[in-house]
């Protein structure tokens, strides 16, 4: 796969490499979910999206992958590209695994990524590429453990993995620290930070660990609308952010 290098562009690309939201309105029933929200993810760029429970973070993700009706506009513009859709990553809030499931990452992988049937053995070929796969997270030694058996940090790498088979031009990430700890999403946060630099990506990611912040480029405050955005100091220090949050620094969790 050849690498087309954006960073010299990044955060200012005017909008000819971005992913690109303007009005996006979402209704679910009669409840009003997102509305009027509009932010352009430059190429290179890694944002993170912040709120309080039910802010709307998932949905505006589901909305950018096409699985929710919205209203509004969601486009990506790439000289690369042309008129082809993006190849979009995505990573889901972390499951829940039986600590008792026999299923090994290489059986995921497979089940998720091929259309090889899951009752026969794994051909070595596949086996092969699928180390691949995990090396791009450094995770190779993870291939024969049993998912139940995983870690926070290692399920993380896992769906990592997946999302980057093949390598998208976009990678949304629900909550990736929910479940690590402060060690593993320090991990978390470099390895992102290498893998935008090696693949040329743009990465949006939704948090509640407020500490994580200064290794983004920008942060978007949500709340069905967007409050705030701006660099990770001036969002923290906004007004909409003291209102919402005050003086809160700790982890926290929703659906949304």
């Known amino acids: 796969m050849k690498i087309i290098k954006h960073r010299n562009c990044r955060g200012g690309c005017q909008g000819k490499c971005c992913l690109k939201?303007?009005?996006?309105?979402?209704?679910?029933?009669?409840?009003?979910?997102?509305?009027?929200?509009?932010?352009?993810?430059?190429?290179?760029?890694l944002i993170a999206l912040i709120g309080p429970n039910g802010a709307g973070k998932s949905s505006l993700f589901k909305s950018i992958l096409g699985v929710i009706p919205y209203q509004g506009s969601?486009?990506?513009?790439?000289?690369?590209?042309?008129a082809q859709?993006?190849?979009?990553?995505?990573?889901?809030?972390?499951?829940?695994?039986?600590?008792g499931d026999p299923v090994s990452v290489l059986d995921l992988f497979v089940a998720s990524t091929?259309?090889?049937?899951?009752?026969?053995?794994?051909p070595a070929k596949l086996r092969r590429k699928?180390?691949?796969?995990?090396?791009?997270?450094?995770?190779?030694?993870?291939?024969?453990?049993?998912?139940?058996?995983?870690?926070?940090?290692?399920v993380q790498r896992v769906l990592l993995a997946m999302a980057?088979?093949?390598?998208?031009?976009?990678?949304?990430?629900?909550?990736?620290?929910?479940?690590v700890d402060m060690e593993g999403e320090q991990q978390l946060l470099e390895l992102l930070d290498q893998i935008r630099e090696k693949y040329d990506l743009s990465i949006l990611l939704s948090t509640h660990d407020f500490q994580t912040l200064n290794r983004v480029d920008k942060v978007i405050l949500l709340q069905k609308r967007i409050l705030a955005v701006g660099t990770p100091d001036d969002v923290l220090h906004s007004a909409p952010f003291q209102?919402?949050?005050?003086?809160?620094?700790?982890?926290?969790?929703?659906?949304?």
């Open 74 to 82: 969601i486009s990506f513009q790439s000289a690369v590209l042309g």
């Open 130 to 154: 699928v180390l691949d796969c995990l090396a791009r997270v450094n995770g190779e030694e993870l291939i024969d453990k049993r998912v139940g058996s995983l870690s926070g940090g290692q």
């Open 114 to 122: 091929t259309r090889w049937p899951a009752f026969l053995p794994v």
């Open 164 to 179: 980057l088979e093949p390598v998208p031009n976009l990678l949304i990430l629900d909550e990736p620290m929910s479940g």
């Open 21 to 45: 939201v303007e009005h996006l309105t979402v209704r679910l029933g009669e409840d009003l979910i997102l509305e009027d929200v509009g932010f352009h993810l430059h190429c290179g760029e």
């Open 85 to 99: 859709k993006p190849r979009i990553g995505y990573v889901p809030q972390s499951p829940g695994f039986d600590p």
């Open 243 to 256: 209102t919402l949050f005050g003086s809160e620094q700790q982890k926290g969790g929703d659906g949304e």
